[in-house]
């Protein structure tokens, strides 16, 4: 071997060394959106200028959660049951990101360029963000501020039944849109063919019930008359946390797949939300709601979150990525989200935890917590390979604009003679996923008997999901 193939060779494998284990000094950042006052029942779905310390930075954890300043003006964790948090999402609007305006994904403002992700709901409280040395969400020179959507629903002082109600944001004479049942006035072919064929009330106009249309800026979830108009305004802020580090070369930027949203498949990106009906024991055996479905990791996208615009990404190109961490996001009465390649292989199973008390981060019957994927080291995967996605609710009760989305997160591969070590999925070393031949779904019967599994497993979390609210009554319904 001729000594210059030695030393280059010498210093490929220290670069891998530098990119497993380089030290990395990591700072905290803590700060506030602006204040969120709402009265009873009212609804804020505002974006929100995140300031952060400005770039090059390198982001490799986040934190989020709702809280208010007591009276001695500190600020305290604010419990679920009194400001609910249908979800927050975080975007970079800065110049640098422009091109990727038009990328979507599940966890994208459509105000926003470039998704930083940390898109989650009631969960995020007990499910930080977070990426290990040398994988993170890295800004651009001088930028130093995110858009964030902020979603939350006030329903302090409410009993448990109009709660469970507000929660799924019912459409109401008061709060729907008035284009809402006009086919042209907003896109409504996004439901996958399964979703059609039950013919699932939230992919059409005439049927459509509740969800984030009627659940927008300064409404109200429920009619004036169900709501207390003597009840105190209460104002809420969304404390978010970074830890961060200063840019250094030896780190790879993360962005987020375009995939995964179970209401989709190969030709839709998804419609975002969808209902379930009470349990048929015929169509959902154990009164377990089972909707699965099957997308590409990063040929399509979704503009979830405030736009139902056109979904399709045209400017996908095929490519070897390194994914590195996956966490799902379902609302209540979710049991769990999971993710199979092709050959039926589990990439990734994300199951909520349900709080069991009366403290902020342990609010009973409210999701406190999704389990998340991290891949150390990372898994090869291409953009265009097969994920089958099944996602499993309670259906003893009926729910209104549910989601089951996957938020992954993953970079582009280096060239070989830079490449760190990866591996597919938790297999033997020796496997590798295979690459589809076209862009249609081949997945075995295996997937069928998966399926059995998946609402076994739903079941025996079912039985620890204590549910408190009840159907969602006709007299609030339009």
């Known amino acids: 071997m001729e000594m210059e193939e030695i030393n280059a060779n010498a210093e490929s494998a220290s670069l891998k060394q530098t990119l497993k284990s380089s030290p990395t000094e990591m700072e905290v950042h803590t700060a506030y959106t602006r204040p969120i006052t709402l009265g009873q029942g009212e609804v804020s779905n505002d974006y929100h200028q995140l300031e952060i310390p400005a770039g090059p930075i390198a982001v490799y954890r986040f934190e989020a959660e709702v809280v208010e300043k007591d009276a001695d003006g500190n600020y305290i964790p604010v419990p679920s049951y009194d400001a609910y948090l249908h979800h927050h999402v975080v975007a970079s609007t800065h110049e640098s990101s422009a091109y990727?305006?038009?990328?979507?994904?599940?966890?994208?403002?459509?105000?926003?360029?470039?998704?930083?992700?940390?898109g989650a709901g009631t969960e995020c409280r007990g499910t930080p963000q977070e990426f290990f040395d040398p994988y993170a969400f890295v800004t651009a020179e001088g930028e130093d501020s995110w858009i964030a959507n902020v979603h939350i629903i006030n329903t302090r002082g409410m009993d448990e039944k109009n709660t469970g109600h507000c929660l799924e944001c019912p459409c109401t004479e008061d709060n729907t849109p008035e284009d809402l049942f006009d086919p042209k006035g907003s896109s409504w072919d996004k439901c996958n063919v399964d979703l059609v064929e039950e013919e699932n009330d939230s992919c059409f106009p005439e049927t459509y019930k509740g969800g984030l249309r009627c659940c927008e800026n300064g409404q109200h979830c429920l009619m004036q008359d169900s709501l207390d108009a003597e009840a105190d305004n209460a104002t809420y802020y969304l404390r978010y946390k970074i830890h961060y580090s200063v840019f250094a070369s030896h780190i790879r930027p993360l962005y987020l797949a375009g995939c995964c949203d179970a209401t989709g498949n190969l030709d839709k990106a998804g419609a975002i939300e969808y209902d379930i009906e009470v349990c048929n024991e015929e169509k959902h055996p154990g009164c377990v709601h089972t909707l699965s479905t099957t997308q590409t990791l990063d040929s399509q996208g979704s503009a979830v979150f405030g736009a139902f615009g056109n979904n399709a990404d045209e400017t996908h190109v095929d490519r070897e990525v390194d994914v590195v961490y996956m966490v799902g996001h379902q609302h209540r009465g979710g049991l769990g989200i999971t993710l199979h390649d092709e050959d039926d292989n589990e990439i990734c199973h994300s199951t909520p935890t349900y709080g069991s008390g009366h403290d902020a981060g342990d609010e009973e019957g409210y999701i406190v917590a999704m389990s998340t994927c991290t891949f150390d080291p990372p898994l090869r995967m291409h953009t265009s390979d097969l994920i089958r996605i099944?996602?499993?609710?309670?259906?003893?009760?009926?729910?209104?604009?549910?989601?089951?989305?996957?938020?992954?997160?993953?970079?582009?591969?280096?060239?070989?003679?830079?490449?760190?070590?990866?591996?597919p999925y938790n297999a033997e070393p020796s496997f590798m996923l295979a690459r589809p031949s076209s862009g249609k779904a081949s997945f075995s019967s295996v997937s069928i008997i998966f399926v059995g599994i998946a609402v076994a497993v739903g079941l025996l979390l079912k039985k620890r999901l204590n549910n408190q609210y009840e159907n969602l009554p006709t007299e609030y319904n339009v």
């Open 100 to 118: 990727m305006k038009d990328k979507h994904t599940p966890m994208k403002a459509q105000m926003g360029n470039h998704a930083i992700g940390f």
């Open 390 to 423: 099944t996602a499993l609710y309670d259906n003893t009760k009926a729910h209104t604009g549910v989601m089951s989305l996957f938020y992954i997160a993953m970079t582009d591969v280096l060239s070989d003679d830079l490449a760190i070590d990866v591996r």
